[in-house]
């Protein structure tokens, strides 16, 4: 079954540290993967897209990897600020548009 | 540039009806997605249209279906509506049909069966 789980699910840190999001998947077959940061309420936006043969792939303070022998990405984010508090999606494309969304980690900056 | 939008930002039916929601795509975007998102899961892919074509469909009942206007313009009809259908519908569109676009997000719609 195509699976993408997230870890953890939720997480505070103080404005101005650095945490890493977590990202498994068991999905095949694989097209690429995204991150998408989304606020409440809003609609998610993508930070980063990356495919099988890309390591890692930058968006300012945002950092991805991918090891697609293990199946695992991660997101990094550094020098965290107050408006990086949202829910952070990672989403693997199987191909022909047909997506597999996590459950997202909620990351709440506080000051 | 506009971004996408989705009509009506919240809608609230009776279990039964029918739920009709609407969305544009950012101009000179041909594929649009539609997405349910319930409270506490993730994003499910619901419909893929493209060019006025459906292109590929999520695990979802019949009773789930739209299409795709000449001008890209897109509507998700829910019939015979039940409670586990409140959600927030989420609308996506991209340049093309390749995989490698990103996708757009509009700003949903909540839907809420009584």
């Known amino acids: 079954k195509n699976q993408v789980e997230q870890s953890p699910q939720s997480l505070i840190i103080l404005e101005g540290k650095n945490c890493t999001l977590q990202?498994?998947?068991?999905?095949?077959?694989?097209?690429?993967l995204r991150w998408y940061k989304q606020d409440t309420g809003r609609g998610p936006v993508s930070l980063t897209i990356?495919?099988?043969?890309?390591n890692t792939k930058s968006n300012g303070r945002y950092t991805a990897t991918l090891d697609a022998d293990t199946k695992q990405s991660s997101l990094h984010i550094t020098a965290s600020q107050l408006s990086d508090s949202a829910s952070y999606i990672c989403?693997?494309?199987?191909?022909?548009?047909?997506?597999?969304f996590g459950t997202g980690t909620r990351l709440l900056v506080s000051p | 540039e506009a971004g996408v939008t989705q009509s009506p930002t919240h809608l609230i039916k009776t279990r039964g009806q029918q739920a009709t929601l609407r969305c544009s795509p950012i101009?000179?975007?041909?594929?649009v997605y539609w997405y349910q998102q319930a409270l506490g899961l993730g994003l499910q892919f619901l419909l893929w249209?493209?060019?006025?074509?459906?292109?590929n469909r999520g695990n979802f009942p019949p009773r789930f279906s739209g299409r795709q206007f000449p001008n890209y313009s897109s509507e998700l009809n829910v019939n015979a509506l039940e409670l586990e259908d409140s959600a927030l519908y989420l609308c996506?569109?991209?340049?093309?049909?390749?995989?490698?676009?990103?996708?757009?997000f509009g700003p949903g719609t909540r839907l809420t069966v009584t």
């Open positions: 249209y493209d060019e006025g074509e459906e292109r």
């Open positions: 990356m495919t099988f043969s890309e």
């Open positions: 990202c498994n998947y068991t999905v095949s077959p694989f097209s690429n």
């Open positions: 989403v693997v494309n199987t191909g022909f548009q047909k997506l597999v």
């Open positions: 101009s000179g975007h041909t594929s």
């Open positions: 996506a569109s991209t340049p093309g049909s390749g995989g490698g676009y990103e996708q757009y």
